[in-house]
């Protein structure tokens, strides 16, 4: 059916909005947490207690997006509402467990893996949702959805830091927990408007009856090169994307002995994110086919040239130009991310090929802050990881400047195949009239003669 283009959809959006906000905004505010786990779990005799914390926020922003293309499947079989429903109320339970642990190590579990499962169970439904309420709006919604996350991750730090300071961190997880029930209350919002592949078999066949296997996971994505280029370049880039926001509110305590507001930072990461999502997603309109792979490119310039500057600033100041810049072009780089898998795989297979890709940016996503992590219980310091943090950038930046030539090489070819079948189809015709003509003729000769 046709996207009623509002009426409910405008609740849907709003839900949506809340969702990007609650899920992306915790998720970002962790380094506020980071230091106040480090306070609460450490020791002074544990030498890798850095190290053993980062794994806590490492791991909930790896799988969020490690779960992205089991979703995409459960989205599909199941629906958005039953999907979001369900997953809101696993990362509640999550959470709530998570304020009752007294060591570091079952965060791992109740945080790390419960409430980002949960997390990342509601997020995807709410980008997919969109779509069956709105087409020629749906650039702006998705900006409107999108800066919900922006909006949380500016607000959020300071909460939690004045939360954290009155009630500890225990009541603060517990605090939280009314977002994610909100949340949950959200996803009841989500009115399908297009039947799920699950109720669309059972009515070919009369009965529920779950699709086959093929329909179910689209490995058809890997076939396009300039795709798998696209998947494996961004997570060659993201190992050091994910260190600034876990390490460095601790950075800056450990840098600046004057006590600073470093929740700044976050402020200006969250500004400047929603302000470059706004801004760059509306350049990219007027960027043609794959070219729009370059704005992606310079993000992944500025942002590894912003993680090696980190450590060369002395002055807090530096610090805020610092952030401002890498949260314009973060904004740049996550805006342009569905235009760009539409351009490579088309609208048939773009939420699967976006599952996939997101799954694949889970691993370097989790494993950069540990190291960050390591080499700061190592050294003593945070220089050596930010300067390493902003090398993968640089190179998986480098990968991605091949994709628009290989693009355009695919698409010469996929012109040339019409032609050639065209062709063989005339030969074909040919053939035929040809076989046609000698066995007529010797017929209408054995009919003159007789």
């Not at 009623?4 to 990007?20: H, K, R, T």
């Not at 959470?95 to 570091?104: D, K, R």
């Not at 058809?220 to 300039?226: A, I």
């Not at 302000?275 to 992606?296: E, M, N, S, T």
């Amino acid at each position: 059916p046709e996207p009623p283009e509002g009426g409910w959809g405008w609740v849907v959006m709003l839900a949506a909005m809340w969702c990007n906000g609650a899920v992306f905004g915790i998720q970002n505010s962790c380094g506020v947490l980071f230091v106040s786990m480090l306070r609460l779990f450490g020791s002074s005799d544990d030498k890798q207690l850095v190290f053993k914390t980062a794994w806590v926020s490492s791991l909930s922003m790896g799988m969020v997006f490690f779960c992205s293309p089991i979703v995409s499947i459960f989205t599909d079989l199941f629906g958005c509402r039953k999907v979001a429903v369900i997953g809101a109320a696993v990362g509640l339970v999550g959470l709530l467990a998570s304020s009752f642990v007294s060591t570091i190590e079952p965060l791992y579990f109740t945080y790390g893996i419960l409430f980002a499962c949960g997390c990342s169970f509601a997020y995807q439904p709410s980008l997919v949702i969109l779509g069956h309420y709105f087409k020629k709006r749906l650039g702006l919604v998705n900006g409107i959805v999108t800066a919900g996350s922006s909006l949380f991750t500016v607000s959020l730090p300071f909460l939690l830091r004045v939360l954290i300071d009155s009630v500890d961190l225990y009541n603060t997880l517990r605090v939280l927990c009314i977002l994610m029930f909100v949340l949950f209350l959200a996803g009841f919002t989500y009115k399908p408007l297009i039947p799920n592949t699950k109720d669309k078999e059972g009515g070919k066949k009369g009965k529920s009856k779950f699709p086959p296997a093929r329909k179910i996971c689209n490995f058809s994505v890997f076939k396009v090169l300039s795709y798998r280029i696209w998947a494996f370049g961004i997570p060659a880039a993201l190992f050091g994307y994910f260190v600034p926001y876990v390490h460095l509110m601790n950075h800056v305590k450990d840098r600046f002995v004057d006590s600073v507001p470093e929740e700044v930072l976050l402020l200006c990461l969250g500004i400047t994110s929603g302000v470059g999502r706004l801004v760059f997603g509306r350049v990219a309109d007027y960027i043609p086919g794959a070219k729009k792979i370059y704005l992606q490119v310079a993000s992944f310039f500025f942002i590894g040239l912003m993680s090696m500057m980190i450590p060369l600033c002395n002055v807090f100041g530096a610090l805020v130009a610092v952030c401002l810049f890498m949260g314009l072009f973060d904004g740049c780089f996550i805006c342009i991310m569905a235009p760009i898998a539409f351009e490579l795989v088309g609208a048939q297979d773009v939420s699967q090929a976006i599952g996939f890709l997101l799954g694949l940016m889970s691993v370097p996503m989790t494993v950069g802050p540990p190291i960050a992590g390591l080499l700061r219980d190592k050294l003593g310091t945070y220089d050596v990881a930010f300067y390493l943090a902003g090398v993968p950038p640089l190179i998986g930046g480098a990968i991605l400047c091949f994709i628009p030539w290989v693009h355009e090489r695919q698409k010469l070819k996929e012109r040339a195949k019409p032609v050639d079948g065209e062709t063989t189809e005339k030969m074909l015709e040919n053939e035929s009239t040809l076989v046609s003509d000698t066995t007529e003729k010797p017929v209408k000769e054995l009919d003159s003669g007789l």
